[in-house]
T-cell receptor, first 111, second 114 residues
Framework: SQQGEEDPQALSIQEGENATMNCSYK?????LQWYRQNSGRGLVHLIL?????REKHSGRLRVTLDTSKKSSSLLITASRAADTASYFCATQRSGYSTLTFGKGTMLLVSP | DGGITQSPKYLFRKEGQNVTLSCEQNLNHDAMYWYRQDPGQGLRLIYY???????QKGDIAEGYSVSREKKESFPLTVTSAQKNPTAFYLC?????????????FGAGTRLSVL
């Protein structure tokens, strides 16, 4: 069953603006990951945050995790047109070796 | 060039026909996965394998079958029992890790029904 739920479902911004996407999940997790999918392509891993971490940065990406609220957010700063894609959160439950993906947020960055 | 190769990119199935989607990886990963993606939806796990000659059902295994005869290969057969096969199919691989499962994906196969 799908565990992660992202919101918003779609987000449209201008180049240079920041984009924030949220993910909620239902059970305890070992880690939470964010993936990106360009239209009609496979997914690419962006960043992973462990359950004992609260914030992580990678380039223009910032991920936060609040295990008490079972939620995470992905912030993309200074967005570019090339950031246009769908973004999925995926959770790995403790003791499990598989991932559960959410339905994704579709981000459109206009020049 | 390391990665995961899925073929074909597009596939058409006639009613009552079985079709097989290919997935090959040269990342030396033990685990491989098959997902189905419907428009506007997330990924749903069909089957996964963590070792040669062994595989496990995912959330939506009915109407699908797999084999894992080689570490590098994990083909998916969409059988005639799958009544709604039109979807985008993604293959992925990873190391077997219960703490850090980072998956690497192929470019996908789009299956349509004629």
């Amino acid at each position: 069953s799908q565990q992660g739920e992202e919101d918003p479902q779609a987000l449209s911004i201008q180049e240079g603006e920041n984009a924030t996407m949220n993910c909620s999940y239902k059970t305890s997790i070992n880690n939470l990951q964010w993936y990106r999918q360009n239209s009609g392509r496979g997914l690419v891993h962006l960043i992973l945050i462990r359950s004992n971490e609260r914030e992580k940065h990678s380039g223009r990406l910032r991920v936060t995790l609040d295990t008490s609220k079972k939620s995470s957010s992905l912030l993309i700063t200074a967005s570019r047109a090339a950031d246009t894609a769908s973004y999925f959160c995926a959770t790995q439950r403790s003791g499990y070796s598989t991932l559960t993906f959410g339905k994704g947020t579709m981000l459109l960055v206009s020049p | 060039d390391g990665g995961i190769t899925q073929s074909p990119k597009y596939l058409f199935r006639k009613e009552g026909q079985n079709v097989t989607l290919s997935c090959e990886q040269n990342l030396n990963h033990d685990a491989m996965y098959w997902y189905r993606q419907d428009p506007g939806q997330g990924l749903r796990l069909i089957y996964y394998s963590q070792i040669v000659n062994d595989f496990q059902k995912g959330d939506i295994a009915e109407g699908y079958s797999v084999s894992r005869e080689k570490k590098e290969s994990f083909p998916l057969t969409v059988t005639s029992a799958q009544k709604n096969p039109t979807a985008f199919y993604l293959c992925a691989s990873s190391t077997v890790d219960r703490d850090l499962n980072i998956q690497y994906f192929g470019a996908g196969t789009r299956l349509s029904v004629l």
